[in-house]
C-alpha cells in the first residue's frame, strides 16, 4: 500500500512554525546563559536585602596595599544582587552600593522599611593563624517572651520569631549547601549568634563569613571577580530553594 502523508491545514502549518521559532529563540537564551535556567521563585515578590558589612572608614580586614575586605564585600554584594535579579526576584535592595560609610542605624531603618523576606549580611573571616578557612554561616537567635504566655500578642510576636528563626536557618542550610560546591569541604557550621545589625528587628536573615583573608587560597577565592561570581551564583542558588 502507498503511504500518503498526511495534509496539514494552513493555520496549523502556522502554529508549527511559531513553536519551532520560540523554541529556537529559548534555546539559544538558554545557550547564552550558559544553560542555567532560573524557574521563577514562589516568593520572587518579597523583598531581599543585602548587607555588604563595613565600607568608607570602616575598611574590615586588610588585604593588600589597596584592597580591603569592605571592597570584597561590596563586589560580591553587586554581584549577588545580579543573580538574584535574573532568578526571578524583583526587589533585591543593598545597604549600601558604593564605598561609604553607613552606620548601623542608617541601615537597620532601611531593612525596617524594606520589610524584607530576607537579609543576608556578606563578611569575610580572618585570624586562627593562616591555615584556618572555609566559610561559616550564623543565624539570629530570636528570643521569645515565656514570662507572657497569658498575653495574645505576646504568643503571637512568639510564633512570628519561632518563624523567622526556622526561615533563617533553612535558607542557611541551603546555602551552606551550594557553597561546598565553591569550597570543597571548608564548610565550618552553622551557628546562632546575636547580630547587632538587626538589633529590635524579626525578620529572616543569614551572615554568611565567606571565607579566611588570612588564608592565601581564600583570599584570592575571595578578591578575584570570577570567584566572586561562582560565590554568588552559589549564594542565589541557596536563596532559591530555601525561600
Not at 553587586?78 to 526571578?88: H, K, R
Not at 561546598?180 to 569541604?185: I, M, R, S
Request: proline share 5%.
Amino acid at each position: 500500500m502507498k503511504y500518503v502523508a498526511p495534509t496539514l491545514k494552513v493555520g496549523t502549518m502556522h502554529r508549527i512554525k511559531i513553536t519551532a521559532v520560540f523554541s529556537l529563540v529559548f534555546l539559544t537564551v538558554v545557550w547564552g546563559l550558559g544553560g542555567v535556567v532560573w524557574p521563577q521563585p514562589g516568593n520572587s515578590g518579597q523583598v531581599i536585602v543585602i548587607d555588604a558589612a563595613h565600607g568608607g572608614t570602616d575598611n574590615g580586614v586588610k588585604i593588600g596595599d589597596k584592597l580591603y575586605e569592605k571592597d570584597c564585600n561590596l563586589r560580591l554584594a553587586l554581584a549577588l544582587q545580579n543573580e538574584l535579579v535574573q532568578a526571578g526576584y524583583r526587589k533585591v535592595v543593598l545597604t549600601r552600593s558604593t564605598d561609604r560609610d553607613v552606620p548601623f542605624k542608617e541601615r537597620r531603618e532601611l531593612i525596617r522599611k524594606a520589610n524584607p523576606g530576607l537579609v543576608i549580611s556578606l563578611h569575610a573571616n580572618a585570624g586562627f593563624g593562616s591555615k584556618a578557612r572555609g566559610y561559616e554561616l550564623y543565624f539570629p537567635g530570636f528570643k521569645t517572651g515565656k514570662e507572657s504566655k497569658n498575653d495574645p500578642a505576646a504568643i503571637i510576636s512568639d510564633m512570628t520569631k519561632n518563624k523567622h528563626l526556622n526561615d533563617s536557618v533553612r535558607v542557611a542550610q541551603h546555602i551552606q549547601k551550594h557553597l561546598a560546591e565553591v569550597f570543597p569541604k571548608e564548610n565550618r557550621g552553622l551557628r546562632e549568634a546575636p547580630l547587632p545589625l538587626l538589633e529590635g528587628i524579626n525578620v529572616p536573615a543569614v551572615i554568611i563569613e565567606i571565607g579566611f583573608l588570612t588564608n592565601k587560597e581564600n583570599r584570592q577565592q575571595i578578591s578575584e571577580e570570577k570567584s566572586q561570581a561562582g560565590i554568588a551564583r552559589a549564594i542565589a542558588r541557596g536563596v532559591r530553594e530555601g525561600m
